[in-house]
Each structure stands twice: as C-alpha cells, then as structure tokens.
T-cell receptor, first 113, second 114 residues
Framework: KAGVTQTPRYLIKTRGQQVTLSCSPI?????VSWYQQTPGQGLQFLFE???????NKGNFPGRFSGRQFSNSRSEMNVSTLELGDSALYLC????????????FGPGTRLTVL | AQSVTQLDSQVPVFEEAPVELRCNYS??????LFWYVQYPNQGLQLLLK??????LVKGINGFEAEFNKSQTSFHLRKPSVHISDTAEYFC????????????FGTGTRLQVTL
C-alpha cells in the first residue's frame, strides 16, 4: 500500500506570494491533518479534514486555509506569505480519528525569501 | 487544553547502552499518548501508542513505554540502543474522541555514538 505523498517536496517563494501544497492520503483513509514544523515553535497542528469537512483547527491566522476533495486528497493554501511561514509542512492521514495511527508524509519544505 | 513536556532536548548515549526519554503531559480529560520518531529529512513514524489497557506498551525497533497516570508520564525506553536509533523523538497526546489533533512535545534529540 502506498504511503502518504506530498507535493512538491521543496518550494521557494517570496514574501507576499501565495502557495498551495498537496497531500494524497493512504488509500481508504478519510482523515487528513496538517502540521507545521519549525525550529522555534516545533510541531503545531494546523487543521484536520474528514469527509471534506474541516473538523478541527489550530491557532493559525486566516491566511492558512485548506480543503479536502471527495477522494480524500487535501490541499492547504497559504496566502500573503511571510518570512515566518518558512517551515516543513507535514500531512498525516488516518482511518478515522483519535486513537488511530496517523501516517505522516515526508513533508513539503517551504522557504520564503 | 492539553500540553506535553519533554524535559531533555538532547540525550547523548553510547551504543548498546540503555536509554530513557522522558515525557510528561497535562490534561484535564482522558488522552491517548504516542511516541513518534523523525529521521533527518523525513516525516514522522509511529513508534508506539497507549490508548487503554496495559500500562506497558511495546513498539517497533525494541522500544517500549510505560504510562503512569499518577505521575502523568509516558517515558520511552530501550534497553540497548544502536547507531541507527539516532533521530528526533516526539511525544504527543490527543484527546479521546473523534478528532485526530495531536499536541506534540518539543522533541528529544537522541545521539548514539560508538
């Protein structure tokens, strides 16, 4: 069974631009969560989608948004990029929710110049 | 709200020595507990999890952890480490229920040397 895939793996953008990251979950997984990892703040939860609905949201500004499609694939979008948005963005999928193992993708490394 | 504290940012250890990585959590409600490992330039991989039942949980790669409710701890242990265990280890909690949100600790860098 294929693992969680994220595209692109690396991305360089400039301040003020917007970016879209993509995540394909493991087949059959309906829950997709996004996390931001930075040296200063560590791993922080962004949001979770389940059956195309946002089920939970972390404490991030409205510039961070996401969506999930009917095939469970998910995208997250960051508008008006700031230098502080430079991070590793990790996507995780699971069968249902709490208690189920979350399988993480390799992440997208975003650099904002 | 729940929180996780990993007291040691770095743990140096010699190969074949035992190791314990400490994790304490705070929550007013029941939680699930997890340990993840992250190798350089990779995502996170689940080592083990505690949902309920036996407080001693065995995971992959010879790791185990013990849930201690009275001390709100979930320390990770391995009796004999290998060079290949060098990585970042994260303790995490999630609330019981339906949501998947994980709250992570700040991580512990395990450095195994010869």
């Amino acid at each position: 069974k294929a693992g969680v895939t994220q595209t692109p793996r690396y991305l360089i953008k400039t301040r003020g631009q917007q970016v879209t990251l993509s995540c394909s979950p493991i087949s059959g997984h309906r829950s997709v969560s996004w996390y931001q990892q930075t040296p200063g703040q560590g791993l922080q939860f962004l949001f979770e989608y389940f059956s195309e609905t946002q089920r939970n949201k972390g404490n991030f500004p409205g510039r961070f948004s996401g969506r999930q499609f009917s095939n469970s694939r998910s995208e997250m979008n960051v508008s008006t990029l700031e230098l502080g948005d430079s991070a590793l963005y990790l996507c995780a999928s699971s069968l249902q929710g709490a208690g189920n193992e979350q399988f993480f993708g390799p992440g997208t490394r975003l650099t904002v110049l | 709200a729940q929180s996780v504290t990993q007291l040691d940012s770095q743990v140096p250890v010699f190969e074949e020595a035992p190791v314990e990585l400490r994790c304490n959590y705070s929550s007013s409600v029941s939680v699930y507990l997890f340990w993840y490992v992250q190798y350089p330039n990779q995502g996170l991989q689940l080592l083990l999890k505690y949902l309920s039942g036996s407080t001693l949980v065995k995971g992959i790669n010879g790791f185990e952890a013990e849930f201690n409710k009275s001390q709100t701890s979930f320390h990770l242990r391995k009796p004999s480490v290998h060079i290949s265990d060098t990585a970042e280890y994260f303790c995490a909690v999630s609330l019981t229920g339906t949501a998947s949100k994980l709250t992570f600790g700040t991580g512990t860098r395990l450095q195994v040397t010869l």
